[in-house]
């Protein structure tokens, strides 16, 4: 049978990143946290020198052919989104600076005009921190109730305690797809119908799945789906939030400013049409246009190709992690990203992301924004390795071998 | 040893190692013989926050010189090794010498990165509470 591994040519896609060709610290990179940041293909990097050396210009208004072009290909990313979300229209697709930036977009729009004293908002206790402090921020100003959905051992959210919480007073639901901190998928289908029951509105926090998972909003039926381009082999400062077009519609304005008006006067101002009236002020054009070639990018090798090696490289790091002394995985849920928690004995996480540093490999330490959750795990943090397209089994090799190096300096 | 002589002593004593490993389990063996801090200054008005571990700083006037004593939680190697290097340079020292010192064996040994930035426990911090305790000493002898 032929394995993802034989599908894609991993040093071909290396090729096209160069930054992972590189020492550190006189060693070899090995870039494991891409679950923090994605590295961005030579195509993104020419789509973002290509805009500013070929027809840099501010979109929408401008009548010039420089200003024309810019704005096909700002417009044509939100095309290209609607395709990767599978929204049903095109003005469903918001450009944002990122997950958390869609996130606060529907706290303070659609949160301060629909939710009032007394109405009650469930998260989880996966949650990152973009998704906790927007909605405790509107609780305080509001008077809302926040719950939290609980996790087990393994980092599995329970459904049933889910469903314990949901009551008429649940008026939105928001909730991480996968989690940065353990990689756990949480099964969000069941979460949205749950949630629809009791009339309540839903959102996705994508940041992390969407790299991996294939995404349909109209299967899901999610209400809102936040996430950001360089988690997607894409620029920073960058993001979509979807939301269904009749929510954003009854939603007023989030900023005030340029591109999200129609008419003003000293005494009235008239808002722009979806999706602009969420979108005031100069975007930021190069950043959305080089997204849309990430997204080709991901299109050009297939996301099942991707999902499916780095589910094998996920695999092959857990048995490989998994045979060392002394080290612990944190987060064993049923279903999982390419993401790896460990904790080593006696070891703090730091001086394990120092050490692993100093042998070029790039992990990530601490409490990965998601302090309640460390500390429903008793823990103050983990070491994290978590894996894109162009990693390789030799790098995860590389990792076990440093962790070795890391307990023998410690001992 | 005046601060200067101290820093200069670490300096040589780290020119030894060319591997930057070398100079990380040195620092780590020195943070092994940090001496435990007493349990009164262990408490949340001196631990020294922003930092990825726990650390936490105390100090004593005693006669004319301040003297510092500091830990890290047991698992933070590295913490507790550069720890007890500020400890060597500036404990024992006159107020005004500690408000007033440039440190630079930090930048010089190739550690800068692990005191400045946040991933290895912000030790910036502590550095600048230890010359915030010069000062304080400084202005108010009592």
């Known amino acids: ?21 590189q020492l550190v610290n006189g060693k070899q990179l090995v870039y494991f946290d891409n679950a923090a940041t994605t590295q961005k293909p030579l195509p993104v990097l020419d789509a973002l020198s290509g805009y500013y050396g070929g027809y840099n210009a501010n979109i929408h208004r ?43 977009l529907v706290a303070q729009s659609y949160g301060r005009r629909f939710l009032k004293e007394g109405d009650e908002i469930i998260i989880s206790t996966l949650e990152h921190h973009s998704n906790i402090v927007p909605w405790q921020m509107l609780c305080e100003e509001k008077g809302c109730i926040l719950k939290v959905i609980p996790i087990d051992d393994n980092g599995d959210l329970l459904i049933d305690e889910y469903e314990k919480l949901l009551t008429e007073r649940t008026k939105l639901v928001s909730v991480v797809h996968v989690s940065n901190a353990l990689g756990t998928i949480n099964p969000i289908r069941t979460i949205i119908d749950k949630a629809h029951a009791v009339g309540a509105v ?43 077009k009749a929510i954003l519609n009854a939603m007023p304005p989030y900023r005030g400013g340029g591109e999200m008006i129609k008419e003003v006067t000293f005494e009235k101002t008239t808002y ?107 823990i103050a943090g983990t070491s994290r390795a978590s894996f894109a397209v162009y990693n390789t089994r030799e790098e995860i090799d590389r990792l076990a071998q440093g962790i070795l190096r890391v307990q023998k300096m410690m001992m | ?35 435990p801090m007493p349990e009164k200054y262990l408490t949340d ?33 590295i913490s507790k090794g550069l720890i007890s290097l500020l400890i060597r340079v500036l404990s024992d020292e006159k107020p005004e010498a500690i408000a007033s010192a440039d440190i630079y064996f930090i930048e010089k040994v190739g550690m800068g990165n ?26 108010n002898p009592a």
């Open chain 1, 202 to 244: 839903v959102l996705i926090d994508g940041a992390q799945a969407s790299s991996h998972i294939t995404l349909d909003v109209q299967a899901l039926d999610c209400d809102f789906y936040s996430l950001s381009a360089h988690k997607l082999y894409g620029p920073t400062g960058m993001g979509v939030l979807y939301g269904k």
């Open chain 1, 62 to 104: 401008g009548i010039h052919q420089l200003a024309e072009k810019a704005t096909a290909a700002f417009e044509a990313t939100r095309r290209k989104f609607q395709e990767f979300l599978n929204a049903e229209h095109l003005e469903e697709i918001i450009f944002t600076y990122g997950t958390t930036d869609g996130i606060n």
């Open chain 2, 1 to 35: 040893m005046t601060i200067n002589e101290k820093q200069d002593e670490i300096i040589d004593e780290f020119d030894l190692f060319d591997d930057p490993l070398d100079k990380t389990q040195y620092i780590i063996d020195l943070g092994k013989k940090l001496p």
């Open chain 2, 114 to 139: 692990l005191v400045t930035s946040r991933r290895a426990g912000g030790l910036a911090s502590m550095l600048a509470q230890m010359k915030a305790y010069g000062q304080v000493y400084a202005t």
């Open chain 1, 1 to 21: 049978m032929q394995t993802a591994t034989d599908i894609l040519d991993i040093q071909r896609i290396r090729a096209d990143f160069p930054i992972l060709d």
């Open chain 1, 272 to 378: 722009n049409d979806l999706p602009y009236k969420f979108e005031a002020g100069t975007p930021n054009i190069a950043d959305v246009i080089a997204a849309r070639t990430a997204l080709e990018y991901i299109e050009g090798l297939g996301k099942e190709n991707i999902a499916a090696y780095e589910h094998e490289l996920l695999m092959y790091a857990t048995e490989k992690l998994g045979e060392i002394d002394g080290l612990r995985i944190v987060g064993q849920a049923r279903e999982k990203v390419s993401v790896i928690s460990f904790v080593l004995d006696g070891i703090h996480h730091q001086d394990t992301g120092v050490i692993l540093d100093q042998l070029g490999i790039a992990v990530r330490t601490g409490h990965h924004c998601t302090q309640p959750l460390m500390h429903r795990l008793g």
């Open chain 2, 45 to 77: 008005d001196n631990r020294i926050m922003g930092c990825q571990s726990k650390v936490w700083l105390g100090a004593e006037k005693q006669g004319d010189t301040i003297h510092f004593f500091a830990d890290a939680e047991p698992t933070a190697q």
